[in-house]
C-alpha cells in the first residue's frame, strides 16, 4: 500500500512536473530556474542585507524606516532577510504596550493570542510594503532556534513542559503538528499555535510579489538554547520536519520560494575535521551532530534553495592561530564557501550565502573582499551580509532601548559586533561593488 502510494505520487509529480503548460508565476515573483532565480524571465543575482527583528521592525517612526529602505536601495540591495515572528510573554505584555514595542504574538500561561493591530503586524505589513516601493524584496522566516524575540524554545516551554530538551520541536506530535494542520491535535488550542501563526503569515502576504521566499526556521539545530537528546543528530528527524512542513506551506502557497533558513551544515560519511596543535578539535560542521544533511535537505522537492551562514569566528573559538592550526578564519570562509557552491551544482539549485560575518572592523576589511569574491566567482554570488547598519536614525532623539541589550545609540541601529555602516567605507565598498557585479548578471 505505502509502496503503490508512493509510486503513484511519484508519477504524478513527474507528469506535473513534465507538462509544457505549467502555470507561469505571477508577475514580478521571483522562481528557480536550475542553479539560478529568474525574475519576469531574466536571471535575478543579487546582494540582499539582513535587519533582524531587533530593530527595522521594531522602528516606530516611519520618516527611518523610509531612511533605511533608501540607504539600502543606494547600496544596490534587492533582497532584505528580516524575522516573521516575535512573540512575547504575557508578563511582558504590560511593558511592551507602554513602550509601543512591536509584537506579533503573546504566550501567556492560557493562551496564545494573534497582535494584527498597530503595534503588531500591521508594522509588518508596512515594513514589506516599503520594502517594495524602493524595488526590495523580503525573506521571512516563521521561527527562530534560537530565544530572544519568541523562538521555538516558547513553543517548547509552553506545549511540551518544562525540563525537555530542544529537539522535541521536531519530534513532539503536538508541537510538530502546532506547525501544520493536524485534526488529531486541534483539541487543545495552544497545540496549533505555530500552525496558526504560519497559516496567518502566509496568508496574509501570500499574493504580495514583495515577498522573496519563506523560511520555515532560522538557523534549526538539534540543540538550542536547551540542550539536544541524541535523538536528533544523524537520524534525519529535522529532514522529515522540513519536509513536513514545506509541503504544509507549498499547500498554502504554490507561488512562493521555500527555503530551510539552516546554517548549511553537512552531513558527510567522510567529514572535515580541524587540528590544532596536532590535536583533533572538530569537526562539527561536516558530520551530522548539528541535525541538518545539507545535501539532501536541498534536495527535498519542497526546499527551492539552499542557505548556509558563515562565522567561523564564533564556531572556532579562539582557534584562529594559523600557525599552529590548519586553518584561519579566512581559509575556513573559503572552504565553507567552495563546498556550498559544490552541493549546489550536485543539486542544480541555487544557494544563497545568507548571513555571514566577523568580529573587528579589521577583521571585516581583511576578510570579506575574499569570501565575497569567491561566492561571486562560484556563480553562487547571492551574499546577505550580516547585519545592515543605520546611522541617523531620529526616533527617540535617536537614543532607545528596544529590547535586551538591542538599542539605538546616537542615532545608530543595534550593534551587535557584525553590523557595517556606511561610514565604514571600504566594508561598505565591498558589497556595494558586488551588487554592480550582480545588477550586471541580471539582465
Ligand atoms: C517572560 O519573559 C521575560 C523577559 O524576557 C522572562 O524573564 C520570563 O522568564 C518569561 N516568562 C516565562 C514564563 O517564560
Ligand atoms: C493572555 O493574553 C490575553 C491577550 O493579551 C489576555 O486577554 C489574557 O487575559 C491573558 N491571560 C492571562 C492569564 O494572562
Ligand atoms: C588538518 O590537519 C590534520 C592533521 O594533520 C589533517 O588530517 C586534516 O586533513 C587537515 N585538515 C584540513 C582541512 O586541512
Ligand atoms: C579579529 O580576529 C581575531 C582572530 O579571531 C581576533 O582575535 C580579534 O579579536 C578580532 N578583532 C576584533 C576587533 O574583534
Ligand atoms: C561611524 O559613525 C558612528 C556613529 O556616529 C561612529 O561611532 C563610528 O566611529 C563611525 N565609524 C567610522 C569608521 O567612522
Same mark, same amino acid.
Given at each position: 500500500m505505502r509502496f503503490l502510494l508512493s509510486s503513484l505520487l511519484l508519477f504524478l509529480s513527474i507528469t506535473v512536473g513534465a507538462s509544457p503548460g505549467a502555470p507561469k508565476p505571477p508577475k514580478d515573483f521571483v522562481t528557480p530556474k536550475g542553479a539560478s532565480f529568474q525574475l519576469n524571465g531574466k536571471p535575478f543575482a543579487f546582494v540582499g542585507a539582513n535587519s533582524y527583528a531587533r530593530w527595522l521592525p521594531l522602528l516606530q517612526r516611519q520618516d527611518d524606516i523610509e531612511a533605511t529602505f533608501k540607504e539600502m536601495q543606494g547600496a544596490g540591495i534587492k533582497v532584505l532577510r528580516t524575522w516573521g515572528f516575535n512573540a512575547i510573554n504575557g508578563s511582558e505584555l504590560a511593558d511592551a504596550k507602554k513602550s509601543g514595542l512591536t509584537y506579533y504574538q503573546v504566550w501567556n500561561s492560557t493562551e496564545w493570542v494573534l497582535n494584527d493591530g498597530a503595534q503588531g503586524l500591521q508594522r509588518l505589513d508596512n515594513i514589506i510594503e516599503t520594502a517594495g516601493k524602493y524595488g526590495i524584496k523580503v525573506i521571512l522566516a516563521f521561527t527562530n532556534n534560537w530565544v530572544g524575540y519568541g523562538g521555538s524554545e516558547l513553543y517548547i516551554n509552553w506545549i511540551a513542559g518544562a525540563g525537555k530538551t530542544h529537539d522535541v520541536f521536531y519530534s513532539d506530535p503536538r508541537i510538530v503538528a502546532s506547525y501544520r494542520m493536524s485534526l488529531t491535535y486541534l483539541m487543545h488550542h495552544s497545540y496549533i499555535a505555530l500552525e496558526r501563526y504560519v497559516k496567518t503569515i502566509v496568508n496574509r502576504y501570500k499574493n504580495s510579489a514583495n515577498v522573496f521566499a519563506w523560511e520555515l526556521? !532560522?538557523? +534549526?539545530?538539534? $540543540?538550542?538554547d536547551l540542550p539536544s537528546s541524541s535523538a536528533c543528530p544523524r537520524t534525519g528527524l529535522l529532514h522529515d520536519w522540513y519536509k513536513q512542513q514545506a509541503a504544509f506551506v507549498r499547500k498554502l502557497d504554490p507561488n512562493h520560494l521555500i527555503t530551510t533558513g539552516g546554517e548549511g551544515h553537512f552531513f558527510w560519511k567522510k567529514s572535515i575535521g580541524y587540528w590544532l596543535n596536532g590535536q583533533f578539535i572538530s569537526d562539527y560542521n561536516f558530520n551530522g551532530d548539528a541535525g541538518e544533511d545539507f545535501d539532501g535537505d536541498l534536495a527535498? *522537492? !519542497? #526546499?527551492d534553495f539552499g542557505t548556509y551562514h558563515l562565522y567561523p569566528q564564533f564556531w572556532y573559538g579562539n582557534l584562529d592561530t594559523p600557525d599552529r592550526t590548519n586553518f584561519s578564519i579566512k581559509s575556513w570562509g573559503l572552504d565553507w564557501i567552495k563546498a556550498h557552491a559544490d552541493a549546489a551544482k550536485k543539486a542544480n539549485k541555487p544557494v544563497i550565502l545568507e548571513e555571514f560575518g566577523v568580529f573587528g572592523l579589521q577583521n571585516k576589511t581583511e576578510i570579506y573582499p575574499e569570501w565575497v569574491n569567491i561566492a561571486l566567482d562560484t556563480k553562487h554570488g547571492w551574499i546577505m551580509p550580516w547585519q545592515f547598519g543605520k546611522l541617523g536614525l531620529k526616533e527617540d532623539g535617536g537614543n532607545r $532601548? #528596544?529590547?535586551? +541589550?538591542d538599542a539605538l545609540i546616537d542615532g545608530a541601529?543595534? !550593534? *551587535?559586533?557584525f553590523t557595517y555602516y556606511k561610514n565604514q567605507t571600504a566594508v561598505w565598498n565591498v558589497f556595494t561593488n558586488a551588487a554592480k557585479v550582480q545588477a550586471a548578471r541580471s539582465k
Amino acid at each position: 500500500m505505502r509502496f503503490l502510494l508512493s509510486s503513484l505520487l511519484l508519477f504524478l509529480s513527474i507528469t506535473v512536473g513534465a507538462s509544457p503548460g505549467a502555470p507561469k508565476p505571477p508577475k514580478d515573483f521571483v522562481t528557480p530556474k536550475g542553479a539560478s532565480f529568474q525574475l519576469n524571465g531574466k536571471p535575478f543575482a543579487f546582494v540582499g542585507a539582513n535587519s533582524y527583528a531587533r530593530w527595522l521592525p521594531l522602528l516606530q517612526r516611519q520618516d527611518d524606516i523610509e531612511a533605511t529602505f533608501k540607504e539600502m536601495q543606494g547600496a544596490g540591495i534587492k533582497v532584505l532577510r528580516t524575522w516573521g515572528f516575535n512573540a512575547i510573554n504575557g508578563s511582558e505584555l504590560a511593558d511592551a504596550k507602554k513602550s509601543g514595542l512591536t509584537y506579533y504574538q503573546v504566550w501567556n500561561s492560557t493562551e496564545w493570542v494573534l497582535n494584527d493591530g498597530a503595534q503588531g503586524l500591521q508594522r509588518l505589513d508596512n515594513i514589506i510594503e516599503t520594502a517594495g516601493k524602493y524595488g526590495i524584496k523580503v525573506i521571512l522566516a516563521f521561527t527562530n532556534n534560537w530565544v530572544g524575540y519568541g523562538g521555538s524554545e516558547l513553543y517548547i516551554n509552553w506545549i511540551a513542559g518544562a525540563g525537555k530538551t530542544h529537539d522535541v520541536f521536531y519530534s513532539d506530535p503536538r508541537i510538530v503538528a502546532s506547525y501544520r494542520m493536524s485534526l488529531t491535535y486541534l483539541m487543545h488550542h495552544s497545540y496549533i499555535a505555530l500552525e496558526r501563526y504560519v497559516k496567518t503569515i502566509v496568508n496574509r502576504y501570500k499574493n504580495s510579489a514583495n515577498v522573496f521566499a519563506w523560511e520555515l526556521m !532560522n538557523e +534549526a539545530r538539534c $540543540l538550542g538554547d536547551l540542550p539536544s537528546s541524541s535523538a536528533c543528530p544523524r537520524t534525519g528527524l529535522l529532514h522529515d520536519w522540513y519536509k513536513q512542513q514545506a509541503a504544509f506551506v507549498r499547500k498554502l502557497d504554490p507561488n512562493h520560494l521555500i527555503t530551510t533558513g539552516g546554517e548549511g551544515h553537512f552531513f558527510w560519511k567522510k567529514s572535515i575535521g580541524y587540528w590544532l596543535n596536532g590535536q583533533f578539535i572538530s569537526d562539527y560542521n561536516f558530520n551530522g551532530d548539528a541535525g541538518e544533511d545539507f545535501d539532501g535537505d536541498l534536495a527535498l *522537492d !519542497n #526546499i527551492d534553495f539552499g542557505t548556509y551562514h558563515l562565522y567561523p569566528q564564533f564556531w572556532y573559538g579562539n582557534l584562529d592561530t594559523p600557525d599552529r592550526t590548519n586553518f584561519s578564519i579566512k581559509s575556513w570562509g573559503l572552504d565553507w564557501i567552495k563546498a556550498h557552491a559544490d552541493a549546489a551544482k550536485k543539486a542544480n539549485k541555487p544557494v544563497i550565502l545568507e548571513e555571514f560575518g566577523v568580529f573587528g572592523l579589521q577583521n571585516k576589511t581583511e576578510i570579506y573582499p575574499e569570501w565575497v569574491n569567491i561566492a561571486l566567482d562560484t556563480k553562487h554570488g547571492w551574499i546577505m551580509p550580516w547585519q545592515f547598519g543605520k546611522l541617523g536614525l531620529k526616533e527617540d532623539g535617536g537614543n532607545r $532601548l #528596544i529590547k535586551y +541589550a538591542d538599542a539605538l545609540i546616537d542615532g545608530a541601529s543595534p !550593534n *551587535d559586533g557584525f553590523t557595517y555602516y556606511k561610514n565604514q567605507t571600504a566594508v561598505w565598498n565591498v558589497f556595494t561593488n558586488a551588487a554592480k557585479v550582480q545588477a550586471a548578471r541580471s539582465k
